[in-house]
């Protein structure tokens, strides 16, 4: 896990791609500190024992147990439905949530999802066995197979994704999906619905989708390119400078994208582009040391 702490504190390890430190949502941005607690902005309960979590579009937080491995949820801020797990779930290593739903990573490699049966988002497959990669967002929830490294979705965005093998990461958007391959190259369901207009040749260290068909692709020099469907209305700030990696998001109703950058934290008001400089638990995201 990774972990926020005020700067000058004590001096930290080579960076990685720590992308769950900060998180934002349609309605809040939290962030994970050294004291396995998440606090937020807005204000809300204080969540502890915290070893992995997710933010859910509207502000709720669900997030694996250090002492016990088990998962449970917090309301925090406006929820459509009861987001708490079953009592019968069992130890975890991974949570993802969506609109209004949730799934788990449990400790045998299978999935158990939870929450609002909208479009079957909280019904993975029978028969989707063991799974390497688990990913939730809107109303649709993901998972790469441990046999054979080919994507299964289910829920409303399950026609929309391509199922080539050899996938490393789903990549999410209101209306869209693609995957990041083994070899860090992205493919997206073709036609002119669905089509990120993404080269194939391109090579990416990170892409994160956003709104409705936004997708940012960080590439390994350190400089970010938007691609969309329907053309990028998303911005980045001329002043963003080299960016290491970005944390993570809702992509739903989400306007708010944080990322790290040669400049530190930066978070950034994706249509209206500007910065927006949020304080949680009394610090600066800016100056949240990851």
């Known amino acids: 896990p990774a972990y926020a702490s005020a700067k000058g504190s004590q001096p930290q390890p080579p960076p990685v791609m720590m992308t769950d430190s900060i998180q934002t949502s349609h309605s809040s941005t939290c962030a994970l500190f050294k004291d396995h607690t998440v606090h937020c902005n807005p204000p809300a309960e204080s969540i502890t024992d915290v070893e992995s979590w997710s933010l859910m579009a509207w502000g709720s937080i669900c997030f694996i147990q250090r002492?016990?491995?088990?998962?449970?949820?917090?309301?925090?801020?406006?929820?459509?439905?009861?987001i708490f797990p079953p009592a019968n779930l069992g130890q975890a290593k991974q949570v993802q949530t969506g609109s209004d739903f949730a799934c788990a990573l449990l400790m045998d490699d299978t999935v158990k999802c939870w929450g609002r049966p909208s479009h079957g988002s909280n019904n993975p497959p029978a028969n989707l066995g063991?799974?390497?990669?688990?990913?939730?967002d809107g109303q649709t929830g993901c998972a790469i197979r441990k046999e054979d490294d080919k994507p299964v979705c289910?829920?409303?965005?399950?026609?929309?994704?391509?199922?080539?093998?050899?996938?490393?990461?789903?990549?999410?958007?209101?209306?869209?999906?693609?995957?990041?391959?083994?070899?860090?190259?992205?493919?997206c369901k073709d036609g002119p619905h669905y089509a990120a207009n993404i080269p194939a040749d391109l090579k990416v260290k990170q892409l994160r989708g956003i709104s409705d068909h936004d997708y940012f692709a960080l590439l390994p020099d350190g400089t970010v390119q938007i691609f969309s469907a329907n053309g990028p209305k998303a911005k980045i700030p001329a002043d963003l400078g080299k960016v290491s990696w970005f944390y993570e998001n809702s992509m739903e109703g989400a306007q708010i994208l944080c990322a790290k950058t040669e400049h530190g934290n930066r978070c950034w008001n994706i249509a209206h582009n500007t910065y927006a400089n949020i304080k949680i638990n009394g610090l600066a995201v800016n100056e949240l040391d990851i």
């Open 130 to 136: 063991e799974v390497t990669h688990l990913v939730a």
């Open 154 to 187: 289910w829920g409303d965005r399950r026609t929309r994704c391509p199922s080539p093998t050899n996938v490393k990461k789903i990549v999410l958007t209101v209306l869209h999906c693609c995957m990041v391959m083994k070899d860090d190259t992205v493919r």
């Open 67 to 82: 002492s016990t491995k088990q998962v449970a949820c917090k309301k925090n801020g406006y929820n459509r439905y009861n």
